[in-house]
């Protein structure tokens, strides 16, 4: 498996695994333990490895807005459903624009958000959606990500599931607590009951912004979420932290919560990474679906 760069090599939160393709080709993907042990779901994180895609959308690029050839950018997406044993018109995406909104999604929905996944014509997306929920068994939800935080929810008592995409604004929006509210109103779920995973994203070392954003942070989440940086006026801002932080304020338990110990920016090779290429990328994908 691709050697990865781990900010804490005995936590191990989340797994490589590989998938042997019919081409003889190996898709790496990531999982979580925590998420694997409800028992109720299947999720992955696509990484770099393993697609069709060439040069700077390298290989697994799902995003079929950056640049990339369609035809390469849909053979990824056939891949990922082999992993997943489903069809890519099971899946749904939602066109992210860092908001905290969030849309309930039912069988109705399914091949919304990917171009061609659709038969008939009308809406093909969920445009300024941030966040997604289901009760549906069946239906793939997918976010997309090149440094932001994907926040995954389970709900194993209620047969629910709620994936998520959390940049800096989200966070601030505290999409993980609006999510939590989002089940609890929609499921009856109850947020001591939810397992989360925080997944692979920027870490607090390589994530610089302005003082204006960290004072922010600090404001609602305390002074150790963002640390002064190396220039004046600048700090590095943990947002693993923070959406930790969020979720147990909003009643998840610190026991159920599993965060990511893989940075997108220290590992470019294998995660695109918005700051470590310069903007020059495509995106990785996060994947959850009730079996």
């Known amino acids: 498996m691709y050697p990865i760069d781990r900010m804490d090599e005995n936590k191990e939160t989340i797994r490589q695994n590989v998938f042997l393709l019919h081409d003889g080709t190996e898709m790496e993907y990531l999982t979580f333990p925590l998420l694997e042990e409800t028992g ?34 849909w053979e990824n997406y056939e891949r990922v459903a082999r992993v997943l044993r489903c ?21 109705e929905d399914k091949g919304k958000g990917i171009p061609g996944a659709r038969k008939a014509e ?13 009760n549906v068994p069946g239906i793939v939800l997918v976010t ?42 929609n499921f009856g779920s109850r947020p001591e009951e939810l397992y989360v995973a925080i997944g692979p994203s ?16 600090i404001e609602m989440l305390g002074s150790e979420v963002a640390v002064e940086g190396k220039a004046p006026g600048k700090y590095q801002l943990d947002l693993w932290l923070s959406n930790k932080k969020i979720l147990q304020q909003a009643g998840v338990l610190p026991q159920h919560i599993s965060v990511t110990d893989i940075c997108t920016c220290h590992n470019s090779n294998y995660l695109f990474s918005h700051r470590a290429s310069e903007g020059k990328r495509g995106n990785f994908g996060a994947f959850l679906t009730l079996r």
């Open 144 to 185: 997309y990500y090149a440094d932001c935080v994907p926040l995954f929810f389970v709900d194993r008592v209620n047969q629910a599931i709620g994936l998520a995409h959390s940049g800096w604004r989200g966070t601030i929006g505290r999409m993980g607590e609006q999510m939590v509210k989002a089940m609890a109103a």
């Open 87 to 107: 069809q890519v018109s099971d899946m749904v995406a939602s066109h992210q624009t860092h908001t905290t909104n969030i849309r309930k999604v039912t069988m």
């Open 202 to 217: 920027i870490c607090r070392d390589c994530y610089e912004v302005s003082e204006d954003v960290a004072v922010l942070f």
């Open 40 to 73: 109720i779901v299947k999720h992955l994180v696509t990484t770099r490895v393993g697609g069709v895609s060439k040069g700077i959308f390298s290989t697994m690029n799902l995003s079929f807005s950056r640049g990339d050839c369609g035809e390469a950018v």
């Open 122 to 134: 009308g809406e093909n997306s969920f445009h300024d959606v941030d966040g997604m929920i289901t």
